[in-house]
């Protein structure tokens, strides 16, 4: 059976082990090197990406996870899993690190504060079905390199639309929160790729 890894270190961890389970797969909580091995998928909850990228450093599981999305390890990153995701970042604190998994440039809380958090309505590109999605302190993609496929734009408080849902190979990043819906195609797109 396939099993799924969500990323333990703070975030929304137990919404997407729910809609994980409710895919009928089994799921891991990893905090140590020993489960970040023993699965075949991996989520990046939403959350703070500084304090996750401190913790990632603090219990030695940032370097083999770069190394395992770069063998291939399908990733799923929503929110601050997206900033962690990123090649480049925007308005990150001093030292933040990302994991460099998709070439693309995040905007860190590009939507704008918690008091700014909204539901929007997008197009999932896949397959041009609407989808209902929430944005709480939201990045968004800047910009991103060929090969790169684009898969959900929002406008932006700039009143432009700007990328918040990508694909690269086996990774996947998503600016909104699909832990929190009762949608699944975020996370059956990640299973498509294990």
């Keep these: 059976m396939t099993t799924v890894g969500v990323l333990a270190l703070q975030g929304d961890v137990r919404e997407h082990q729910a809609m994980l389970e409710g895919l009928g797969v089994d ?3 990893v905090r140590r090197l020993a489960e970040l091995n023993a699965v075949d998928g ?11 990228d401190k913790l990632l450093r603090a219990f030695d599981l940032r370097d083999a996870l770069v190394a395992r999305i770069a063998a291939g390890l399908p990733v799923l990153g929503s ?5 962690l995701l990123a090649r480049d970042l925007r308005d990150g604190i001093e030292g933040q690190q990302t994991l460099g998994a998709i070439p693309m440039t995040v905007r860190r809380n590009a939507f704008g504060r918690q008091v700014d ?3 929007v309505d997008l197009v999932w590109e896949p397959d041009g079905s609407p989808m209902h999605a929430t944005f709480i302190r939201a990045p968004w993609v800047e910009s991103y390199d060929d090969g790169v496929e ?3 734009t929002a406008t932006g408080p700039d009143g432009e639309r700007h990328p918040v849902a990508v694909r690269h ?3 996947i990043a998503t600016s909104f929160h699909p832990e929190i819906s009762a949608d699944a195609r975020v996370h059956a797109l990640l299973l498509s790729q294990v």
């Design 27 to 29: 799921v891991v909580r």
């Design 42 to 52: 991996l989520v990046i909850p939403g959350g703070e990406s500084t304090t996750m």
């Design 79 to 83: 929110c601050a899993g997206m900033v």
């Design 117 to 119: 958090s909204a539901e």
């Design 150 to 152: 684009v898969l959900a």
């Design 169 to 171: 190979g086996a990774a």
